[in-house]
């Protein structure tokens, strides 16, 4: 049985137009729970980078927005003690061996690192994934640093004449980590005045 | 094909016909998921439910959709479902969604579903279509854990690490450590392990059908997707 080129344009078009409303309505359920759990998920990283003993707010949702030299906007979520700041969170990048990797660093009023967690990243298992706190500690040593402490030409790795540990068999992903932090607190001193303005 | 036997449906889809080991389909997945038993499961359970519903679906639809638009429709179908267990598992499953998130939109890239809807479904009553759907599912993901596996005890010495992770905490038995510390052949979850493993897995299979006196099954389709 033959049928004309309208007849199957027709099957063709109700099939998407079904399955776009079942995809439609699946969205407007969906919605409010996927966000919910994002924003869960930003809580969950922030509390790992700004220590709960030194907020009384929710510094996910206590954010302003900073530009940076390249007009990029950066959200800075803020841990605030009754009133006034006591530390800053932000996310900072650094391109990896495979791709960007992205990190949240979180800094006190000082400028020193409260502390860093990775986000995401699509390093090579076994060799750049060690920079996540489930594979190692190697992250955890940037913990009280700033830009001075030490000073700034010793924030690279070893092979680069600083002080940081590169990963045997991987010192890209180490290297890009090392400069984005360095870059991350440079980003805070020179707007320091503008994060921890009040309204 | 009338008198269908859900024996035989079982059975190709589990061992006579995988879709990994005997049709060497959905290959994409299949390499880029492996690297651990874990993944490698996540990855299949995935499949599966993806499988099972649009081999239904098509059962369902066989005898409106026509020959000539049948493949958009397939795809529709598939994708549609694909972003149906994504927008759901993410909004109400979501631990196990931050495990398997990443794979989801990669079943889009398998080719298995599309040829068990297009090879069965599209013939079949929703019963068998269904059952298809699913022991070709759990066939691939039989098959993703014993690559997973392979590759995971060679390249990093554990099994099932993480399995909590995707099942929950009553699985931490699962995880063990097979060979000390720094004891893996790191290639073995890089992409050249993964065609090791896949190949090695074939011919074991090949040799156990010869044994027991099948004979190579040889699959009307080969192809990678």
Partial sequence: MKRGTLTHAIILGTFCFGFGLVLAITDRLTHQAIGARALEDRQNSLSQVLPGNLHNNNPAEDTIIVKDEEGQEITIYRALQSGSITGVAYEIRSLGYAGEVKLMLGVDVNGKVLGVRVLSHKETPGLGDRIETKKGNWILQFTGLSIGEPPIEKWKVKKDGGQFDQFSGATITPRGVVGAIRTGLEFFSTHKAEILRMR | ?225
């Fill in chain 2, 1 to 225: 094909m009338m008198a269908t036997s859900y024996n035989r449906i079982v059975k190709d889809g589990l061992w006579d016909n995988n879709g990994v080991f005997s049709m060497l389909l959905g290959m994409c997945p299949t390499m880029a998921m492996t690297t651990s038993a874990t993944n490698g499961l996540g990855m299949g359970l995935a499949t599966a439910v993806v499988m099972a519903a649009s081999n239904l679906l098509v059962a369902l639809f066989r005898k409106y959709i026509t020959q000539e638009v049948r493949i958009p429709v397939y795809i529709l179908i598939v994708a549609a479902m694909v972003t149906l267990v994504d927008l759901v598992m993410n909004a109400w499953m979501h631990e196990l969604y931050k495990v398997l998130g990443l794979f989801i939109p990669l079943i889009v890239s398998n080719c298995l579903p599309l040829a068990r809807l297009e090879a069965f479904a599209a013939k079949e009553p929703v019963l068998p279509a269904l059952v298809d759907g699913i022991s070709m599912g759990i066939g691939f993901t039989l098959a993703l854990t014993v690559i997973g596996s392979v590759r995971e005890i060679a390249g990093s010495g554990t099994l099932f690490a993480d399995a909590s992770l995707l099942l929950g905490p009553a699985f931490t038995f699962m995880e063990m450590r097979v060979l000390p510390e720094n004891m893996g052949v790191l290639m073995m979850i890089l992409p050249p392990g993964g065609f090791l493993a896949t190949g090695l897995l074939v011919v074991v299979k090949r040799m156990i059908d010869v044994r027991s006196g099948k004979g190579i099954q040889m699959a009307g389709a080969h192809s990678v997707g």
